[in-house]
C-alpha cells in the first residue's frame, strides 16, 4: 500500500499541484479532493473522499455532482460560488449532511480561469 502523503494539507496546496498530481498522488492525499469541469461534473474523485463519504469513485465521476451526488452543497456557499467567482481560493467552514450525520468540515474552493477543472478539497 502507497504511503499516505502526511504533509500536505487543505491550506498549502496549490492549484497548479493539483493540475499536475497524477491520480495515485491525489489517492494519497489525507483529505478529500473533488475536481468539476465548468458545467459542475465530477472529474476527480480522490480515495480519501471516497471512504470518507462512503460512496463509491464509479458512482460518483461523470455525475452532476451537485445535483446528483452532494445536493448539501449546491447552494450559495458552494455550487453558486463557483458560478459567480471566476478567480475562487477559499477555505470555509461548513457541515456536510446529505448521506451521513451532520460532520463538521474545512472546505477549501479553488476556481481560475486558467484551469479546466475547479477544485473542492475536504479536511474532515
Do not use: H, W
Request: net charge negative; hydrophobic share 45%.
Amino acid at each position: 500500500m502507497a504511503e499516505i502523503i502526511t504533509d500536505a494539507t487543505i491550506d498549502r496546496l496549490t492549484l497548479a499541484e493539483l493540475q499536475t498530481m497524477s491520480a495515485d498522488a491525489l489517492d494519497r492525499l489525507p483529505f478529500g479532493v473533488i475536481g468539476l469541469d465548468t458545467s459542475g461534473v465530477a472529474k476527480i474523485y480522490n480515495a480519501t473522499e471516497g471512504r470518507m463519504a462512503g460512496l463509491a469513485r464509479e458512482a460518483v465521476l461523470g455525475s452532476s455532482f451537485f445535483n446528483a451526488v452532494a445536493q448539501c452543497m449546491n447552494n450559495y456557499l458552494v455550487a453558486q460560488r463557483f458560478e459567480d467567482e471566476a478567480e475562487l481560493d477559499e477555505v470555509i467552514p461548513y457541515v456536510l449532511t446529505l448521506r451521513m450525520r451532520p460532520t463538521p468540515v474545512r472546505m477549501r474552493l479553488l476556481a481560475s480561469q486558467s484551469s479546466p477543472l475547479r477544485y473542492i478539497l475536504i479536511e474532515r
